[in-house]
């Protein structure tokens, strides 16, 4: 079957028609890359670890999230799949010149981000719905304990919506734009007879308006309660997943639930309403950030001392997320969303918002309760979730000769 | 190889043929393209931030330059001068001029261009060949070493070979065209006779019987715009009063259109049906345009068929797609001796692949889960389809 040394093409169709095996691919290997030099572009942010990158990263200013339908025609497709996400981030994500292009090929690569690809601080995580663990690739043994199709929750606004669900999600984020779509064609273009786009969110991230979090497009600092998951003491508590306990499959030590939900925003309405109004509704206060009963974004609020809500109502956006009592400490979610803006809607209104996006050890215990306890909150009138999806973002690829999923498909 | 007479490079399609509004063939400009191909992958000396081989290359009438005679396996980057009063096209092949590794299809009197790729240990020269018929060889140069990311070496393709797949396809072209007339025919006569309902059932056959051809667009030349043109790119869209063919007939007879109006069009039709076969004898097809259409067939298929932007109240692009998926084979098949040779794999995934997508297309109609394999079968054919064009593209004389 294989007639000799695998071009480039030969990678391609290995990918898309399954006539070669994926160690095959191994060979190839951007080096040299230019950018590397301390630039901005040259950021690296290594693939490989115990955890997939792109979760407890700090955030990039770029992102895409794309929810795709695995249409592999079996499993041993499926394995041929991870081997090629696995084989296309790394090279992404390393950078370097762009491989040559044999005289019967078209390009190797779209070119757009120029003849050397820089790394730019990239990062691709590759995550799992619960319809991929139906009976199509016999996992159903392998499903993440706690992963299942994105409930309806009261306040949303899913009817009819076509971004829900997906069996695979890709969050790709990066430090421009352009790095951001050049690995989204790069994937889709290798993967094509594997999975087949479903969805797709962009997003930006603001950069600190004056000082530290940075803000929402209502206007708010929005991330202030991250859990500091740069202590991996935190993150092993709140982020990651621990095969074996509370009923999880082996194979997701180290992985994530990951939740995202694109979240229209009625900025229209929003700047129509008093600042007190909005303040009393988030609990903090716009311009720094701070709780209504502080002084700096930094502080915590003290519940206790206000058990009533006069200062902080009780419905308060934050005081509902995230009590602050040791009953709901184990519910902290790492949240790492985006703003996006995608043009207008009917009635002329902007179609704004935020790509929510947060990881969790346990979806159940962190996002699920934290969304219930929200159910009804005041803000629900200027906000509507429209779509997502949960998924479990896999483990980490852990050296040359691992890949992702290696774990889910042992 | 043959007589090099080369013609001087012609980058723009003939002019004197209006593209149909909606399938437009990519202009044949293979050798411009390749040249920005080439271009753009470049790891030159500029990219990889150290020494590769390469350097400057004059070539003329005495030879096809000098490159060095050793140097390390891996990125290499010539700047090609053409110092001689003609045109020339620089080949980089194995010095047995079986393979071709890299090439610039032409370079002007005085013009400079760039020549790179990634090529592993082995020995390589560069072959010159001049709009003059005059072929110069350089000295070889060896490179040693390991690398990664080295190109694959084609058999160059003579010119003379397209005209047994040409002479092929006209074949299978004339004889279809009869059952064409006959459907279209069919169609007029039931709405002559006023039973619109015969004529919608009669309608896709014989729209099937044209797509099925699809390659043959551009050989069809303004016959396909009056045979199978949309409503894009009319003054009046949908109510034109010149829109005609297949889609003008579909829309009327899917939009309470009367016998009395759509008589004229199916009048035409076979009208048109008939003086494109008169005309078919005529009519040339571009030796070069078969290889990009065993790609473009299909390209045009997802965009408008597909996507189902080229329905007109039928509801039949998928039928349409695999008309189109037909026509594809057909023309993969007269293909095939020179692909095969060439590269046997592709050839295996592109068959392999029009299985495939032929069979997604299979009744019934399919679901949303059936339907995204599709969309993901054919996207993952394309990729595949779009190798035979470079692959096939004309090197006499490499």
């Known amino acids: 079957m294989n007639p000799g040394p695998l071009g480039r093409r030969g990678f391609l169709r290995g990918a898309t028609v399954g006539a070669a095996g994926a160690a095959a691919f191994g060979g190839f290997r951007l080096a040299d890359a230019a950018g590397q030099d301390g630039s901005a572009s040259g950021r690296v942010v290594p693939f490989e670890g115990v955890h997939q990158a792109g979760i407890v990263t700090p955030q990039q200013a770029a992102a895409t999230f794309v929810s795709f339908q695995v249409v592999a025609p079996d499993r041993e497709a499926l394995r041929e799949l991870f081997g090629t996400l696995t084989e296309r981030v790394r090279l992404l994500t390393s950078g370097g010149p762009v491989p040559a292009t044999d005289v019967a090929s078209v390009p190797t690569d779209s070119g757009t981000l120029g003849p050397a690809l820089p790394p730019d601080g990239l990062t691709v995580t590759v995550g799992v719905g619960a319809s991929l663990f139906d009976d199509r690739y016999g996992l159903a043994a392998r499903r993440p304990a706690r992963l299942t199709k994105m409930p309806v929750f009261p306040d949303d606004h899913l009817a009819g919506s076509t971004e829900v669900h997906g069996d695979l999600s890709l969050q790709i984020c990066a430090d421009s734009r352009d790095t951001v779509m050049h690995a989204l064609r790069d994937i889709t273009r290798h993967t094509r007879a594997a999975i087949r786009p479903l969805w797709k969110a962009d997003g930006f991230h603001a950069e600190p308006r004056p000082a530290g979090t940075a803000r929402n497009q209502l206007g708010f600092m929005d991330g202030t309660g991250n859990p500091d998951v740069a202590r991996p003491d935190v993150a092993d508590a709140l982020v990651w997943t621990r095969g074996g306990a509370g009923g999880e499959p082996a194979w997701t030590e180290g992985g994530s639930y990951q939740v995202v939900r694109i979240i229209r925003m009625l900025v229209e309405f929003w700047d129509r309403v008093s600042l007190r109004e909005q303040e009393t509704m988030i609990g903090r206060r716009r311009d720094s950030g701070a709780p209504l009963d502080g002084a700096r974004e930094s502080d915590t609020p003290d519940y206790p001392a206000d058990p009533q809500g006069h200062v902080i109502p009780l419905d308060a956006h934050i005081r509902l997320a995230n009590p602050r009592d040791r009953a709901t400490a184990d519910q902290r979610m790492l949240r790492r969303g985006y703003n996006y803006d995608r043009g207008l809607d009917a009635v002329g209104d902007l179609d704004v918002g935020l790509i929510f996006c947060c990881y969790q050890q346990d979806v159940a215990r962190q996002f699920r309760a934290v969304q219930d306890r929200l159910a009804g909150e005041p803000l629900v009138d200027y906000i509507q979730p429209t779509g997502g999806g949960y998924f479990f973002a896999l483990p980490g690829v852990r050296g040359a000769s691992d890949r992702l999923g290696s774990g889910l498909l042992a | 190889m043959g007589e090099a007479t080369p013609n001087p490079p012609s980058t723009a399609a003939d002019p004197q043929r209006r593209p149909p509004p909606r399938l437009r063939l990519r202009a044949r400009a293979g ?220 829309y009327g007879l899917w939009h309470g259109r009367t016998a009395g109006a759509l008589r004229p069009l199916t009048r035409r039709l076979v009208d048109d049906v008939r003086k494109l076969t008169a005309d078919f004898p005529s009519e040339e097809i571009d030796p070069g345009d078969l290889p990009l259409r065993a790609h473009e067939i299909l390209e045009n298929a997802l965009q408008f068929q597909l996507t189902g932007a080229a329905d007109y109240g039928s509801g039949t692009t998928l039928a349409t797609l695999g008309a189109n998926v037909e026509g594809t084979a057909e023309v993969v098949s007269v293909l095939a001796p020179l692909i095969a040779p060439r590269d046997p794999a592709l050839l295996r995934a592109i068959r392999g692949g029009l299985a495939q997508v032929t069979a997604d297309l299979r009744p019934p109609r399919p679901d949303a889960a059936r339907r995204a394999r599709l969309d993901g079968d054919l996207g993952a054919l394309l990729e595949q389809l779009s190798s035979v064009p470079d692959l096939l593209a004309p090197r006499t004389s490499a």
């Open chain 2, 31 to 250: 050798v411009l393209a390749l040249v920005l191909a080439a271009t753009a992958a470049g790891a030159g000396p500029a990219v990889a931030g150290h020494r590769v081989p390469g350097g400057r290359i004059g070539v003329d009438a005495a030879g096809c330059g000098s490159p060095p005679a050793r140097g390390p396996a891996g990125p290499v980057s010539f700047r090609v001068t053409d110092r001689a009063p003609n045109f020339v096209a620089v080949y980089l092949t194995d010095p047995s001029g079986r393979k071709v590794y890299a090439e610039i299809p032409w370079i002007a009197p005085a013009g400079t261009q760039p020549l790179s790729t990634t090529l592993a240990a082995g020995r390589y020269t560069l072959r010159c060949v001049f709009s003059d018929g005059a072929v110069r060889v350089s000295h070889p140069m060896a490179l040693s070493g390991r690398t990664t990311g080295a190109v694959a070496g084609y058999r160059p393709l003579p010119d003379l070979a397209m005209t047994a797949p040409v002479t092929a396809y006209r074949a299978w072209l004339k004889a279809a065209l009869p059952r064409l007339a006959e459907g279209a025919r069919a169609l007029d006569a039931d709405v002559a006779r006023g039973d619109l309902a015969a004529a919608r059932r009669d309608w896709l056959p014989a729209h099937l019987d044209y797509e099925r051809l699809g390659a043959a667009y551009n050989s069809f030349g303004d016959f396909d715009a009056a045979l199978d043109g949309t409503a894009d790119g009319l003054p009046g869209a949908v109510h034109d009063p010149d829109w005609t063919g297949f889609h003008a007939i579909e």
